[in-house]
Every structure is written in C-alpha cells, then in structure tokens.
C-alpha cells in the first residue's frame, strides 16, 4: 500500500468528497496529509475521527509523501504535479492539465484500467462529461464496435464550482422577485434559462467543453475513428450531469442485448420503464457513484443505432470516485511505484 496519502485540493468542494469516500472506503494507508493554498492553511478537517491541519502547498510538503489525490484548478496542477514527481509521489490529477499529455495516462477504471499500470508518475482522470459517456459506451463497444456518437449534454452548475452554485440559488432568486443578480460563472443568466456554451470557442464552432469529449474519448479508448459530435449545455440543474446519447455501431445491438450489456457492466445502474415513468433523473441520481442508463431503445434513423438518457453524478464518478477508484486500482494491482 501508499504509506503516506495526500489530498491536494482538500478544502474545495470535490476535495471533501475524496476525504469522505478515502474514510468510507476504507483505502489503506498509515498516515495522510491534506494540502491546500497558502488562504487555507490552517484550516481543521477531522478523517477517522481525529483533527487534522490542512499544510499549505509547496515542493517540500511531498518529501513524505506516496501518493497523491489532486483535485486543483489547471495552473495549480501544472505547478504541483513536478514536484511531487521529483519527489518520488504518484499523483492521481483531477484537473484538466495533464489530460492530453502522450505520457499521461487517461483513466476510468471500468474502463482502460491498465492503463494505469504503465503510470510514469501521474494518472490524469477525464472531464466530468467525457467520464459517464465512456463508461456507458464501454458494453456497446466491445460488443459492436461503436463507429459514431453523438450527445448532447445536460450539465449542471455545480460542474462551474461553488460560484455556479450561488448563481443558479441566488440567480433564481432573484429572478423570482423581480430583482437583479451579477453573475460569477456565468456570462448569461443560468435561472430559467439553457447556456448553450461551455468553455471557450475552439475548433470549427465547437467549444472546449465539446473538444474536451472528442479528444477524451479517443485517448481512453485507444482510437482516433470512432466519431464524436458532442453539444453542451449548461442548464438551471444543481447537480448531476445528464446526456442524451446516440451511438451507432459496426454490428447490430438490439434493445434488449443492450440493456443486458448495460447492467452487467460494473458500475452502472438500468433504470429503464418509459411506460411506469421510471428513467434516471438528476434529483433521483445525487450522492451515488453509478452512472445511470435509461430510455434505452432503437435509433429511428439508422439500422445500427442506439438512444439512450445517461446520468451520472459530476461531482462523484465524474470527479472525486473516479479518482479514488484510480488510487484503489493501483493498490488492487499491486503499482504503487
């Protein structure tokens, strides 16, 4: 096992959830460190019932450490991550820094778990959007190839951080009592209303967001052909990232082999019955590590083709399980080093 554990990052809001699913999942350890900005040093987290004080960041602090769960802003993590390495620490890197680079390896453990066994020091963990698509089309890949996607997303405010939060609250608020709001995160308002932008423009009209999935989802799978034409939105939901997905694939899938494959897959739950009007919901799906599958049924436009409704919980499997289920597979497969 990792002697000595980290949390870099562990005052925000994705850091909490790592230092409760560390505790709840019992990872194994002797002794563990939480790292934060110079602002948040100082602050008390209590982990196994004992009080902790959170050090502040910077290249010493790794000296001790084995391993490292980061969930920072890009600059930060393009600043910290060689310093752990320097010193001999893995690093498993929420942020999107290190995504795309050839040395790094891009992983959801359900699905490209080796992967991470030829680790050169940091293990990069995908965007929240590309990690549930993925892992919903991981079953259908393996059984027929998929050659084309297409999803449009449904992303809530809490994937903007804490100040998407108190504009969707505070927004709706005021837009309730006729009253004005100043938006933080967004550039339009977010209560009532659907963004469709996330992230900055980038190639041939799509925005970095959609970028983000079409390059993700050719790393984790190891292939540049598959077709990704991705939409994403930004709409007025607290938490829990939904996407309306479309797949074709090189050989037939039925509804009912689908739904199979779905529910034998690790880490998915089918909740599947239009006509009792039970399918996945964002309020339904929060606080759980599962991506969710429903409204499972034939592409009317294609022989091969497959829709579905996906959700999954952003600030769970899309960020910190993901990547404490990194760190478990590590210690599971015996790379720790």
Same mark, same amino acid.
């Given at each position: 096992m990792f002697e000595t554990i980290a949390i870099v990052g562990?005052?925000? /809001?994705?850091?909490?959830?790592?230092?409760?699913?560390?505790?709840?999942?019992?990872?194994?350890?002797?002794?563990?460190?939480?790292?934060a900005s110079k602002r948040s040093a100082g602050t008390k987290l209590t982990f196994g019932g004992a009080e902790h004080t959170v050090e502040e960041l910077t290249p010493e602090v790794f000296a001790d450490i084995d391993l490292a769960i980061g969930s920072t802003p890009d600059d930060i993590a393009k600043e910290f991550v060689p310093w752990a390495k320097q010193h001999g620490c893995v690093v498993v890197d929420e942020s999107g820094y290190w995504r795309m680079d050839p040395n790094v390896p891009l992983v959801v453990p359900e699905v490209n778990p080796d992967a991470a066994l030829a680790h050169k020091g940091v293990i990069a963990s995908p965007n929240c959007s590309t990690t549930q698509m993925v892992l919903a089309m991981k079953p259908l890949h393996d059984a027929g190839r998929i050659r084309?996607?297409?999803?449009?997303?449904?992303?809530?405010?809490?994937? @903007?951080?804490?100040?998407?939060?108190?504009?969707?609250?505070?927004?709706?608020? @005021?837009?309730?009592?006729? /009253?004005?709001?100043?938006?933080?995160?967004? @550039?339009?308002p977010i209560a009532f209303n659907c963004i469709p932008q996330i992230g900055s423009a980038k190639h041939m009209g799509y925005t970095s967001e959609e970028m983000k999935m079409v390059h993700e989802t050719h790393k984790i799978f190891g292939d540049?052909?598959?077709?990704?034409?991705?939409?994403?939105?930004?709409?007025p939901v607290s938490n829990c990232h939904s996407e309306s997905i479309l797949v074709e694939t090189e050989h037939k899938i039925s509804v009912d082999e689908a739904r199979a494959l779905f529910a034998g897959t690790p880490g998915v739950k089918v909740v599947d019955d239009l006509g009792a009007g039970q399918y996945p919901m964002p309020l339904d799906c929060d606080g759980d590590d599962h991506t969710?599958?429903?409204?499972?049924?034939?592409?009317?436009?294609?022989?091969?083709?497959? @829709?579905?409704?996906c959700v999954s919980d952003n600030l769970r499997k899309g960020a910190a399980t993901n990547a404490v289920q990194i760190a478990e597979l590590l210690v599971e497969r015996g790379a720790t080093v």
């Open positions: 562990a005052t925000g /809001a994705v850091g909490g959830i790592i230092r409760k699913l560390l505790e709840e999942r019992k990872f194994p350890h002797q002794r563990i460190k939480f790292l084309r996607v297409v999803v449009s997303t449904y992303q809530a405010t809490s994937g @903007a951080g804490v100040a998407g939060q108190r504009d969707l609250e505070s927004g709706t608020r @005021a837009a309730l009592d006729g /009253a004005k709001h100043d938006y933080e995160a967004f @550039a339009h540049e052909s598959i077709r990704v034409c991705p939409t994403c939105v930004r709409v969710f599958i429903g409204r499972i049924r034939e592409d009317l436009s294609s022989d091969h083709g497959l @829709a579905f409704w």
